[in-house]
């Protein structure tokens, strides 16, 4: 094993050939912050008096390279392992001064820095860098490192390159903004200090001992990312893998990453291990993965696993995509699909569980996915009937659980993780998981309706997300009671709720605008102390109605077809809602039915707590009743 151990100056680093940064290191991540504190020290010397400097300059730390062999020439490549944000912050605090240093006429200057940028011939044209930078600052980088860019935002060339141009600029200005102030002495002196910088410089040959010494020199400090540290080992059995750095930035896109920050990878990573292991911590994820990565082809099938997951797992976090069978028909879940009004009632309570963001239960429906997939026949068609129920019952638990009244969902991670281990191993069927889970729920996590009732009675109105809120909950309340039906017109459809497609409308039934004379609760001119206002906008005080029946309707000729009743007195809505009963949708009349039950006389404030109640009872012990275990 070839290693070696000088303490160089930075100046020589510089020298020793072409610096790389390979793929499988971590983004560029250093921001403003970390590079004031660099510069601050790096002014400070320049500053301080001669017989206070380190006559060995200020220290940098360690540098650690893999030297390589470039394919096509045969020169040597140093991928640096150990390094990476201290020498490209370097690079981008000599670029700030060259540009300083051609705005003043500072010529010697400028290509003093142009020098330690690029390899120049004889009259300082630019024959390549000297450092190959991280692609998620590449593009931009080389455009600065031209000896003709004057500072201004790089315009990079190819799709996403400007999300890379913009954060280079902002961590390049931050810089360039901290040294403009600085005489040309000091810039001048500034430089020298980054000469003289030392480090303790190792070079290696093994690309074993590469990737093992990345993991001790960052295991102190800030710790890596699990996503880094799998991708390193992945890395490290490239030779089985085919086209691992584009594959490993398509997982980090779906995990919402781009090409110049990280998604949510580390999370999917630790529930892919889930799946397959049961419960883990954070800190125990890079540990346990290990041993799963394997070696040879191994690593290319766990690959492959996990692209498959990070797909569910991408799916799953987009709130913009509802469309849970084409996802299904695409990823080969075609059992789910053969019966059409199941797959949609799967679709809807999947909608649901993705609006409630309950990511624990990621595990465990994927765990669930696989017995389907990998089913045959009758197995297939009847894993997929009881995963059917198993997504039934935690819509319901959650929408319950999480949902209304906000109860840690982390509390029930151990119970899911479990489950989906049992899943995935084929130690328990799909049945058999969704009546122990329904069996444990209703016994010890399903919330009391006091508490249920209590949490209830607050939606409002002016809640954040309360357009979605609240089509959901009546959206279930008078299509979910046996079971969502594909004929049925839906008002939750999160994924699409924009407010130029918007179906349906919440509908105050005290209007939140009344008619002068009509104000019989004082609504106009109370805020958001007073008890009305608080009525006025409560779930009690709601209701959805279609664009028709409220804004009203018109036959060609502008003939009027059906009133509308926005801002009318609940009395006049009611009155001309029944005069029109058989022309609205059921679940208009089903409002009528219940208010003409339970109300006469004027909408007075008890009347909305009375109905808040009776809404809360009908969720709670109709659709959200827990099924039989």
Known sequence: MARKIKEKQISDVLEVGQLRIPESQRRFQWKGPEAETLIEDLLAEVKSKEEDRNPDGLFLGTIICLITRDGETGEEIYDIYDGQQRITTIMVILLAIRVLAAQRGEINLRSACQKRISYVDEIDEDLGWRLLASPSIKKPLEIAFNNEWDGTKPKSPGAGAHNQDRRFFSFYSQIAERLENETSDVLKSLK??????????????EPQEAFDLFERTNARGKPLEVADLLKNQLFKRQKHIDKLSERWAEINRKCGGSEVSDGKITQMLRYFYIVYHGHVSQKEVYPKLLPVIGEG????????KIEEFASFYGFMTDQSDGEFNVWARKNGFIALLENEERAYQMQEKITALKYFKITQIFPLIYAGLLRVKYSEGKHATGNARALANLID???KFHAAYSFVCGLPANKVEHLYAEKARQLSSSEKGVNDVRAA?????????????GGFLSEFKTISYNDPGSYNKICYIFDRLYFGKNNIQSDRPSFFKPSN???????????HIYPQNPKTGEDYMDFVGSDETDDVYESVHNIGNLTIFN????????EKGGKEKKKGVSNHSPENKFKILEEQRSRNPEYVNLFLDDIKKYHSGRWEQEDIKNRACRLAENFYHGYLKIPNS
């Open 437 to 449: 889970l329904a069996t444990h729920m209703s016994k010890n996590l399903m919330p009391d309706f």
């Open 393 to 395: 019952l935690l819509e």
């Open 497 to 507: 709720q924009t407010t130029g497609l918007k179906t349906f409308q919440r509908e």
């Open 297 to 304: 082809q191994k690593s290319n099938e766990t690959l492959e």
């Open 547 to 554: 664009w028709e029946n409220n804004g009203g309707s018109k």
């Open 192 to 205: 020298k200090v980054i000469d003289n910088l030392q480090v303790v410089f190792i070079t290696i040959t």
